[in-house]
């Protein structure tokens, strides 16, 4: 099984959409640069809100993604923006859609 570790993984990522990647990789360096500047004291804060982040970009990100590409045609770079975007700022995406929503349940 360990030798066939390597083998997975690559057939797992080459068959991933071109656009999940993009997210991954960006809502990454999104989060990673969140966690930089975050103003936590505590790195266990900063590491699950980086989590958060990239786990915003990867699910937000996409719907984003989808926006810009549709407006500009970017295509991947799209993604790539939509995703450090939702990867630096997950969070506060994150609780603006809620809001959004759990203000529309409200009325």
Do not use: N
Request: net charge positive; hydrophobic share 50%; proline share 3%.
């Amino acid at each position: 099984m360990q030798d066939q570790y390597p083998d997975i993984m690559s057939r797992l990522i080459g068959s991933m959409p071109e656009q999940i990647g993009a997210l991954v990789v960006s809502g990454a360096a999104g989060a990673y640069v969140r966690a930089v500047f975050a103003p936590e004291a505590s790195w266990k804060r900063r590491m699950v809100e980086g989590l958060a982040g990239a786990c915003g970009a990867i699910f937000l990100g996409g719907l984003v993604g989808h926006m810009l590409d549709s407006l500009t045609g970017g295509g991947s770079w799209s993604y790539l923006a939509a995703g450090f975007i939702m990867g630096e700022g997950g969070i506060a995406a994150i609780r603006g859609v809620r809001k959004l929503i759990l203000e529309r349940a409200a009325k």
